[in-house]
Nanobody, 116 residues
Framework: QVRLEESGGGLVQAGGSLRLSCAAS??????MAWYRQAPGKQREWVAT???????NYADSVKGRFTISRDNAKNTMYLQMNSLKPEDTAVYYC????????????WGQGTQVTVSS
C-alpha cells in the first residue's frame, strides 16, 4: 500500500515562488507526477518524473516549474516560480505503481492560491 502526503501549499502573490513536497511511503522508483484542479475545472496533468530522473511538463508550466525527486527520501518536489493567478488550484501528488496493471495512488491535495 502506497501513501502520499503533500505539503508546501499556500498563498503567494503573482510572480512569487512556492515549493511543494510529496512524501511517499512504501514506494520505490515508480513514476510520480503532479496534477492540479482549479475550481470548476477538470483535474489536469502538470509534470511527471520517472525513476531514472527523466521529466515531462505541461506547456502551461514549462520553464516556470521544476519537478524533482529524492529517491533516498521517497520524496518528490515541485518548485514553482513566476507564479500566475491561473496557477491557483489544488495540487495533487500521483504515483503510478506497476507495469502491466498500473495502479494510481493519490495524495489528499494541497491548496495553492496566487493573488494578482
Amino acid at each position: 500500500q502506497v501513501r502520499l502526503e503533500e505539503s508546501g501549499g499556500g498563498l503567494v502573490q503573482a510572480g512569487g515562488s512556492l515549493r511543494l513536497s510529496c512524501a511517499a511511503s512504501g514506494s520505490s522508483n515508480s513514476p510520480m507526477a503532479w496534477y492540479r484542479q482549479a475550481p470548476g475545472k477538470q483535474r489536469e496533468w502538470v509534470a511527471t518524473i520517472y525513476g531514472s530522473g527523466g521529466t515531462n511538463y505541461a506547456d502551461s508550466v514549462k520553464g516556470r516549474f521544476t519537478i524533482s525527486r529524492d529517491n533516498a527520501k521517497n520524496t518528490m518536489y515541485l518548485q514553482m516560480n513566476s507564479l500566475k493567478p491561473e496557477d491557483t488550484a489544488v495540487y495533487y501528488c500521483n504515483l503510478k505503481y506497476g507495469v502491466l496493471n498500473i495502479i494510481n495512488y493519490w495524495g489528499q491535495g494541497t491548496q495553492v492560491t496566487v493573488s494578482s
